[in-house]
Every structure is written in structure tokens, then in C-alpha cells.
């Protein structure tokens, strides 16, 4: 399972969140901005109003009020009930007491007034040139934000594909044939999806022509086979039938083995709790050992795997265990986080490395090579591993697993 912060979903969540935050700033940075540029524009308007005050002492009322509406200025009886005082900024307030102006500014659903004191009287001038609120700001934010979750938007619709392609391959790779990868779009992901689609259907047929091919050869020797071991009975006892009858023995054995190896190659896992105990038993009558040469130590825990492939792996320990054994009975020991199979053997011949393959057997073992490959294959199919060690004359195969029994531990 892929964690959240591997995610490429979770990356562009992420990716989305920090453009947002960083839009918002820069909104925010933007707004105040807007706000000192229009204090400034105050503080400049009440200096411009004090000067043409003073500049026209003297003069006639209609040269004062031509002036000050050239300027964008308009006397009125005071100020509205509704007005609130805007309060500027200390070096704006410094700046106008340092020029000896004395006023103080009123904003209303009107615009702005302004309050000039004159010493004598108190007058009232409403800006009638002031620039309207600027919108600007705000409709930049929000083409941007808009922009941003329709791009956001639009890559996850076109990234959610991908989770139904990995649910699909999860499927595929647990063992489920009947997999549907195919995608109506038009971009990469689509054509993945498609192209993979494909190869399942591709893989399929070549597996299934596989597996009817093995089956109808497996069928086709089994019965000669059959026949005769039949008719090597029914001879007298002599030298050649002895031979014949390990040979049809070995010819057997190769064709389950084979029948064991194509099973595992189908890759489907059926995982339920079984016995250990029972497991072991169930591969000891296969291989028709005697119980008394077979110990057991702890095995009464159950085990979450596919029972006929983990008894196939089983088997095959115990049958190699059994027929190097120089002394019986071999030991199978089970604790919370192993099993082991072990008997008493003269030193392998070769690397276990090479031992664990395929076709690989020691001389004049009567073998055939696939016993600890198949068990090695079953082990890595549930995610276990298969370890090995020979110590003062003992060989030691164990599986290690991890939270697969079902009950307590040891």
C-alpha cells in the first residue's frame, strides 16, 4: 500500500494548499498595500484642501468654492450621523502637524468628508474627486482562485484514474483473471491503462494455452505410466523390474512436482487459518513416512496461508530431510516466529544457493532437483523466507514469518 506522503494525490494536495496559502498572501499583501496608498491619498488631499484654504483667505466666497470644486471639493453644513473617523497613520498625522494642518477625516456611505479647523470656525468639505473603491484587487484574486481550483480540478479528475489502475493490478496480482483496465480518455494515463488492458488479455490466453497444454501432457504421460506400473506388478521379481518400477516411481514424482511448480506459477493465493499439526501430518501421509521417525515440537498453532501450496512446501522439507537423514527421527520444531526442519546429515555438497534451484540435486541422491526450489517458490509467494544452516552435524531448513499465526505467540 502506498503511504499518504508517497501519494502523487497527496502531492497535489499539498502542491494546491501552498499555491493557495502563497495567493492569499499575496492578496492580503496586495490589499494592504491598496490601504497605505490610500491613506497617502488622504493625507495628500487634506494638505491639497489646507492649501487652497489658505490661498484664498481673503477672497470672495464664489472664488473660494470655484476653487475648490475645480479641485474636487465641496463645502457642506457638517458632517452626516452615519460617518465613522478614519484614523491615519502616526507618520501621516506627523507629516500634517509638521505643515500645521489641522484636520480630521470622516468617511460615510457618501465618500469622504473632511474636517478643517481654521482656528476661528470649523469647516466641512465632502471630497467629491475621490477615486472610487478599487476593485481591482479583488477581481485579480478571484480570476486567480478560480484558475487555480479548475487546474486543480482538472488534474485530479485526470489523475484519478490512476487509482482504479492500481486497484485493478492489485486485483490482477492477487490471482483475479477477470481484470478491466480499459479507459474512454484520451490522455497518457488512458492510453497505460488501455495498453495494460491489452497485455493482461495477451498474458491471459498465453496462460491459459499454457496450463491446457500441461494438463493434457500431464494427462497423455500419467497413463502410460499408470499401466505400467500395473504390469511391472504383475512381473516376476527380478533385477529389471525393480529398475522399472523407480523408474515409473521417478517419472511420477516428476510429473506432481511439475504439477506443483505450474500451480504456484498461477500466483493465486487462497489464504485460511489452518493447524500446523495438521498440515504437517497431511505431507507426511503424502510422502507415506512412518509417524515414528517424525517428531514434533510446538506445532499446535494455526497459520494463515494457502494450505495445499504451504503443504506442498512442507512436504518437500520433509522429504529432503528425510531421505539425507544418517539417523531418525527428524525434528520439526514450531515457535512463534519459525518452523524448523531438521535431521542429522552429512554436509551438502554444494552452496545452498545453488541447492534452492531448479533442477539442481546432489549426486546420486535419486532427487530430482525441484524439491527445495518448489519450497523456496511457496515461501516467497506468502512473504516468508526459507533459511538454512548446518551446525555439529545437524541441517536446519526453517521458514520465517511475521504476524501470520492466528493465535497467541509462543
Request: aromatic share 10%; with cysteine.
Amino acid at each position: 500500500m502506498i503511504s499518504r506522503r508517497h501519494s502523487v494525490f497527496f502531492k497535489l494536495h499539498a502542491f494546491f494548499f501552498l499555491a493557495l496559502v502563497v495567493l492569499i498572501l499575496l492578496f492580503l499583501s496586495a490589499l494592504g498595500e491598496q490601504e497605505r496608498q490610500k491613506f497617502h491619498l488622504l493625507a495628500h488631499r487634506s494638505m491639497e484642501l489646507s492649501r487652497i484654504v489658505d490661498e484664498t483667505q481673503g477672497r470672495s466666497c464664489a472664488d473660494t468654492n470655484a476653487e475648490l470644486s475645480a479641485a474636487g471639493f465641496k463645502v457642506i453644513a457638517g458632517k452626516t450621523p452615519r460617518c465613522e473617523a478614519l484614523k491615519l497613520p502616526l507618520p501621516m498625522q506627523e507629516k500634517l502637524r509638521m505643515r500645521n494642518v489641522r484636520v480630521t477625516i470622516y468617511k460615510d456611505d457618501a465618500g469622504v468628508i473632511y474636517e478643517l479647523d481654521q482656528g476661528h470656525c470649523t469647516m466641512f468639505y465632502r471630497d467629491t474627486a475621490e477615486g472610487k473603491t478599487y476593485y481591482f484587487v479583488w477581481f485579480l484574486f478571484v480570476a486567480l482562485l478560480g484558475g487555480l481550483v479548475s487546474m486543480y480540478l482538472l488534474l485530479w479528475s485526470n489523475l484519478r484514474p490512476l487509482k482504479r489502475l492500481y486497484e485493478q493490478i492489485r486485483l490482477y496480482g492477487e490471482g483475479k483473471e477477470t481484470v478491466n483496465t480499459t479507459s474512454k480518455g484520451k490522455d497518457e494515463i488512458a492510453l497505460i491503462s488501455n495498453a495494460f488492458n491489452d497485455a493482461l488479455e495477451k498474458q491471459t490466453k498465453l496462460k491459459k494455452s499454457r496450463e491446457l497444454f500441461l494438463r493434457n501432457m500431464m494427462h497423455e504421460l500419467k497413463t502410460p505410466i499408470t499401466k505400467g506400473k500395473l504390469i511391472v506388478e504383475l512381473e516376476e521379481p527380478s533385477p529389471n523390474r525393480n529398475l522399472l518400477g523407480k523408474l515409473f516411481d521417478r517419472l511420477e514424482r516428476l510429473i506432481n512436482q511439475m504439477a506443483q511448480i505450474e500451480k504456484m506459477h498461477a500466483f493465486a493465493l487462497h489464504k485460511t487459518n489452518v493447524s500446523l499439526e495438521s498440515v504437517i501430518k497431511t505431507a507426511a501421509e503424502n510422502l507415506m513416512l512412518d509417524p515414528a521417525n517424525i517428531l514434533l515440537h510446538g506445532c499446535d498453532r494455526d497459520l494463515l496461508v494457502d494450505e495445499a501450496l504451504f503443504t506442498s512446501a512442507l512436504q518437500n522439507l520433509i522429504d529432503n530431510a528425510y531421505r539425507h537423514a544418517t539417523d531418525y527421527p527428524i525434528e520439526i520444531v514450531c515457535d512463534g516466529s519459525r518452523i524448523c526442519v531438521k535431521n542429522a546429515g552429512e554436509p551438502l555438497k554444494r552452496p545452498v544457493e545453488e541447492a534452492l534451484q531448479a533442477f539442481v540435486t546432489e549426486r546420486g541422491d535419486g532427487g530430482l532437483g525441484l524439491g527445495l526450489y518448489i519450497a523456496q517458490s511457496v515461501c516467497e509467494m506468502h512473504r516468508f523466507k526459507l533459511s538454512y544452516r548446518y551446525e555439529e552435524g545437524i541441517h536446519r531448513f526453517c521458514i520465517l514469518f511475521d504476524s501470520h499465526f492466528s493465535g497467541d505467540r509462543v
